[in-house]
């Protein structure tokens, strides 16, 4: 018989109470993987969250190079296991081992570490404001508890939840982290696991900082979600199960960050259609195939205007998909799933143009395009807005250019939104107009570029209007910003000096470090600040 | 018969149609005023944010200079009406006209206007990030419709919906606002929105970028707050109230931000307590006082050391309260609703102390405090933590010193929380360790001081921990950082030159705007930034 895995609980691997297992499953064969995670019990998940709120207490008041240390361990052991993690996450999820898992996405989830200490060590992130007259003073601080951090299915390494974005936001912020392995790649995440225990014994962090669990009924989830000791929480995931966690964290008022459905809608003018439809149906092309279409920010919603330019760019697009040979999915449910959101939208009226069935019995799905005029579209705009998450999108067909404003105006919240134009001639005032109606709409607005490719870089916004996350004035990606979901704002009123956290403190901790003091942004130490010409305060004399 | 006073829809003062309409009261005769006030009915409401979401696309594309030339002129025109709308405010809350209303509110409410114009033109809240390698530029911006803002009962100036710190937090960052005039002082209300109608046509604001209404059915409070043209809520008021109205922004996914209940727990330590509790029972009446009591940092829980040093501490607070005549309080409904919690205190068995009775048939409360033994208050900390909103505080008598950690372990999320303390000797090291597990409870820490008093400054945190806000990681007072509660974070990923806010082109709109570029702070232009000594870049070469 089979042994069950022990999570990861207060530093230790543990044989916990579970109310049942589960395997994960090699997607290209269909069979079951040898090891048998469990699925965590009530009492399992009250440990791990009484550990957290323990190892908050500790962590709030290490010292940020501490903290920055363990990332950089963590990032190094992960580059120093990069073979053994890609060949795992490609055995549990299909994804491509080169160059997606053990280069692009490995040296994204390093380097997202690496990121994330250097703002911990920067600790600009914080935002430190003092007004030395009143001795009044504040910054971001850690929540002061366990952030639960749940990542997806589609990106085992960058989004993992004791790897990914928001786990290395949370951490940066000084918080410790519960994170739950995605049940598709369970051995991947164990992996990981393993580095940031031993990253976590080599900086030193108080006991409970990291921790992991594979898989929880999702009643237990809720319930965990809605203990004092959990402060936040991220997920990332589907809709259903993100507006599940979303309600339970609401009630208790704990800040949930998450990432959605996203269908990224692209915007074609008539001249670009006209000039090079071809062209921009071969990025298309491009930006669906990756990850076989499984990835947030792959187009789903193509608009342009119908004619024969259109019937070109669907020629060109439908020939470079059904050239590709479909790969395979991360779960046959994945297919299974595709599968009954292409019959949804298929059903309200969308015209099969490629594709749309299952190839058995993989878990494979054939790469799809659907088709709608314009005006049925807009009959109902909701309908036509189903996510189809892999290889496959719905085509719009607009008689009136005032058409694609129409469609702007009926969109859900997205993650991007591109418009293709030319930048001069008939394209260049509607171009502008649809642009500003459209970045109400998302996060990232793109020009003349597919939205697949996301730059792990400070100005990024992988965020948007609800439901493709939860608040639209975050970003899952982009450090420092990231860093302020998993923070509270607090200040100290003439405080007693050794009450301050050192950012707050009279000389400046590392001489570097941006503050505003008295309204006016330095690296001066409080005391010696004066306003510069260049910057003007925004505090007025009271 | 009495006309019904119009509300401001689109511009004009409108006769609407209303399901009912209500008086206002003067709280010290119980006599109703003369104007009658609609309870608008949905199709009103529906008008109103449509208005605001035509509005929304207007605004968000005028110059920052006009929007912080609406701001002043408010200011001004508010400066120059002072003695009207301060008399009426004074009829309508009983609050003291001068030095209250005519001076400190008034003060504060025309320098939150202006510090929001300051913000403005100074443009830096935007917290504008641009990577020139990628043309990847990012910025906080207007949320897209119209915000809807709630003022609470007790400060008809300074949080008032068209005038106080969420009106200049959400006009600040570009969003139309709708703002709902609370019931008990209408007349204030509409004085301060006639000022406002007048600063938008000045400054030639869209039409509808500045509304109010007074009153609507509670449900229809909620179907408003569901509506996709309201995309964002700030609401000052009751826990019940606020809750209800966050529900329903939560199932849209709209940002709310509430401030709610809080009874500021002021902890004194033993040697504080006995080198001088005379002396900080003195402030500590004084704070409560205040406003007779009707502040959100009113000090509603005091926790000290049992003994001789306690006892002489209750004789001089209680004598300091029993001293003064009560006041009037804001309306009949807010002594009642008193009683009611003094009530529900006593009934969960603490002890009266003084007073606990209502003066009748005014709208008074005798000032009040009542007593727990720690150990009784650490049964059924919920049932002590009852917020008694005017001139009445629980003081909570420890027998051991590990209680005041326990005490703080039970807290819900408060506003503030106070610490008394000694700097040396005994206090010291309990103090700190106190202060530590106190400033995860609160938005602002407090070290000798009582809780009242906000400066509006910009490293003040009014906010704090569920239940007290709706979000840890927000400021309600303090600008700029109160304005990011209205704005979401968005980016241009290669754009068209002319899709991009000012704030994000090239050349610096200011010369002084200080800016993100390639991850250090600057106020050069685009492509002349270069990395300084005493800035460490957060971005790492990806």
């Known amino acids: 018989m089979m042994t069950t895995q022990p999570i990861l609980l207060r530093d230790t691997w543990t044989d916990t109470a579970a109310s049942d297992t589960f395997q994960a499953h090699n997607p290209a064969t269909g069979q079951a993987l040898n090891d048998r995670y469990p699925v965590s019990d009530m009492s399992t998940l009250r440990q791990l969250a009484q550990a957290a709120a323990e190892a908050a207490r500790e962590l709030e008041n290490r010292p940020p190079e501490q903290i920055a240390g363990f990332l950089r361990t ?296 659907l088709s709608i005029d314009a005006g049925d579209f807009l009959k109902k705009p909701e309908a036509f807005q189903r996510e189809m998450f892999g290889t496959a999108a719905l085509i719009v067909l607009c008689e009136r250019s005032d058409q694609f404003d129409s469609i702007i105006e009926t969109l859900e919240g997205n993650l991007t939104g591109s418009v293709y134009s030319q930048p001069e001639g008939e394209d260049a005032e509607p171009a502008q107009r649809l642009a500003r109606l459209l970045r109400r709409r998302v996060g990232r607005l793109l020009h003349n570029e597919v939205p697949t490719g996301v730059s792990v870089r400070p100005s990024m916004v992988h965020g948007g209007p609800f439901p493709a996350t939860g608040h639209p004035g975050f970003t899952a990606v982009g450090i420092p910003t990231a860093i302020h979901r998993f923070a509270a704002r607090r200040c100290y009123d003439r405080a007693d000096r050794r009450w301050l956290p050192e950012g707050l403190r009279d000389a400046n901790p590392t001489g570097r470090m941006l503050r505003r003091i008295g309204g006016i942004w330095t690296t001066d130490d409080v005391g010696k600040a004066s306003p510069k010409a260049d910057q003007r305060s925004v505090s007025s004399s009271r």
Request: glycine residues 10%; contains cysteine; negative net charge.
């Open 74 to 369: 963590y990032a190094d052991n992960i580059d120093t296991h990069r073979e053994a993690i890609a060949q795992i996450a490609h055995t549990e999820t299909a994804l491509d081992h080169h160059p997606r898992l053990v280069n692009t996405e490995m040296d994204r989830t390093i380097d997202q570490l690496r990121q994330a200490a250097d703002a911990v060590e920067n600790r600009s992130w914080v935002c430190a404001s003092i007004e030395p007259d009143l001795d009044l003073r504040s910054q971001y601080e850690p929540l002061g508890g366990g952030v639960l951090v749940m990542g997806p299915s589609n990106f085992p390494l960058a989004y993992n939840g004791i790897a990914g974005g928001d786990f290395a936001a949370a951490i940066a912020a000084g918080n410790p982290v519960i994170a739950k392995g995605h049940t598709l790649h369970p051995g991947t995440t164990r992996l990981l696991a393993e580095q940031a225990l031993a990253a976590s014994k080599t900086a030193g962090l108080p006991e409970g900082s990291v921790q992991m669990f594979y898989h929880c009924k999702p009643e237990d989830g809720l319930e965990l979600i809605r203990m004092p000791e959990i402060v936040g929480v991220g997920f990332t995931g589907s809709r259903k199960a993100g507006l599940s966690l979303k309600k339970a964290a609401d009630e208790t008022g704990t800040p949930i960050y998450l990432e959605l459905s996203s269908i990224n809608p692209i915007f074609i003018l008539p001249g670009a259609c006209e000039s090079r439809g071809e062209k921009i149906a071969g990025s298309i092309a491009e930006s669906m195939l990756a990850a076989s279409g499984q990835q947030c920010t792959s187009p789903g919603l193509l608009i342009l205007p119908a004619g024969a330019a259109a019937d070109g760019f669907i020629n060109t697009l439908s020939t470079a998909l059904t050239e590709t040979e479909p790969k395979v999915m991360l779960s046959a449910d994945g297919a299974e799933h595709l599968d009954e959101s292409v019959r949804t939208v298929r059903d309200a009226g969308a015209k099969l143009l490629i594709g749309g069935k299952r190839v058995h019995p993989d878990a494979r799905f054939e790469h799809t395009l």
